[in-house]
């Protein structure tokens, strides 16, 4: 390898690795010491919440697309009807995008962040969550494939 070309492949790789290293995480800290989801953020059990039942399945979510108001609390109700394991993990399709990236590296990544569960099959959970903010949100699962598949659903918050 001539040195021009090496100098260059350094320059990649050297923008490869900050490119991974400016990848989000689920959720950040913010100057209070909180934790910040692109979504909203954790709901309070002791308000009063809608309540909204998810199947998932291969590879689907049922429904796929929910509208709810700004500053609602919803309790989703998750249920893995089908026969592998699936995720549910909601926030700004930017950040899922970056975080199928990483599960690409890392395919049995655990979930247990406040946004987000994996299920084995005929399990169920709840994620109790304040869409506190406006805009188009969604919910994928990011085992490798899964979202390419279908398993991507929609949130409005108006
Ligand atoms: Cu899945």
Redesign the pocket.
């Known amino acids: 390898m001539n040195h021009q070309l090496e100098n260059k492949m350094k320059t990649i790789n050297l923008a490869l690795a900050l490119a991974a290293l400016s990848i989000a995480p689920a959720f950040a800290h913010d100057q209070h010491g909180h934790a910040s989801f692109s979504a909203g953020e954790p709901g309070d059990p002791r308000k009063p919440a809608r309540t909204i039942e998810i199947l998932?399945n291969?590879?689907d979510y049922a429904p796929a697309r929910i509208e709810v108001k700004r500053g609602e609390q919803i309790r989703f109700l998750l249920r893995n009807v089908?026969k592998?394991?699936?995720?549910f993990l909601l926030a700004t399709t930017r950040e899922n995008l970056a975080h199928a990236e990483v599960m690409k590296k890392h395919p049995h990544m655990e979930h247990d962040d406040p946004n987000g569960v994996r299920l084995a099959p005929s399990k169920t959970a709840e994620i109790l969550w304040k869409f506190s903010k406006a805009g188009t949100f969604e919910f994928s699962?990011l085992?490798p494939g899964?979202r390419d598949y279908g398993?991507v659903g929609h949130v409005t918050v108006n």
């Open positions: 998932m291969e590879m089908g592998e394991e699936h995720e699962c085992i899964h398993m």
